[in-house]
């Protein structure tokens, strides 16, 4: 049998074309294959999460380390808020609201204690992840703030105190 050269560049490109697109299909296969295989994957992108260091890593950190924080770390490091907050049950309000039981508690619920329109406006309660962004940086959280407060800049600081205010409390809140 004899293929003129039309023919048999025809038939090339018909077994290239078939060549191509069943590597396609063969690619798909053990792409899917191995992704299934590798669920290891979201846990490697956070540990790769803060090596970037953009801001919402850093939050993430701190979230990340509440399970090994210490209370009496952050007790210590409370000594930046003492001078405006309480922590006592039943504490006053001095320069800022009484600070007992304030994970889980409303945002700006402190009985008698007169808050800027920032915070009132905010609504719903304090979650973990609020208190965090809050302390990170008040004025960044909470536009018009009244806590004149330069925020604490370490996750491992911010996650020390967010389980030392979990600690002011008859029932703390669980962690996230
Ligand atoms: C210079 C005084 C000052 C310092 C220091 C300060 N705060 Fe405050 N804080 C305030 C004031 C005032 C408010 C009320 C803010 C408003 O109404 O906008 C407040 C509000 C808060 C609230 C919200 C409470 C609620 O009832 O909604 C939390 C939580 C808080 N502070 C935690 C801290 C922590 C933790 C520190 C230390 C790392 C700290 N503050 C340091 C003055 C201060």
Redesign the pocket.
């Known amino acids: 049998m004899k293929f003129s050269w039309f023919e048999k560049i025809s038939f090339g490109l018909l077994i290239a074309a078939w060549a191509i697109y069943g590597s396609h299909m063969l690619g798909d296969t053990l792409v899917h294959a191995e992704e299934l295989k590798k669920p290891a994957y979201a846990v490697a992108m956070a540990d790769a999460a803060p090596a970037k260091g953009g801001a919402a890593a850093v939050m993430e950190n701190a979230m990340t380390m509440l399970a090994s924080a210490t209370p009496d770390k952050g007790a210590k ?2 000594k ?6 309480t922590v006592a049950k039943g504490g006053k309000n001095t ?5 007992w039981d ?1 994970v889980g ?6 009985a008698g ?8 406006d ?1 609504g719903g309660d ?1 979650s973990y992840a609020d ?1 965090d962004a ?2 990170t940086s ?1 004025k960044a959280f ?1 536009k ?6 330069a ?2 800049k370490k996750a491992g600081d911010r996650a020390a ?1 967010l389980v ?2 979990r600690s002011l409390s008859d029932s703390p809140k669980p962690l996230p």
């Open positions: 490091l409370f930046k808020c003492k001078s405006c907050h320069v800022g609201p009484n600070l304030v508690r409303a945002k700006a619920s402190a204690f007169k808050y800027s329109g920032a915070l009132t905010k304090w208190l809050f302390i008040p909470a018009g703030t009244k806590m004149s407060f925020g604490l105190m030392y205010l």
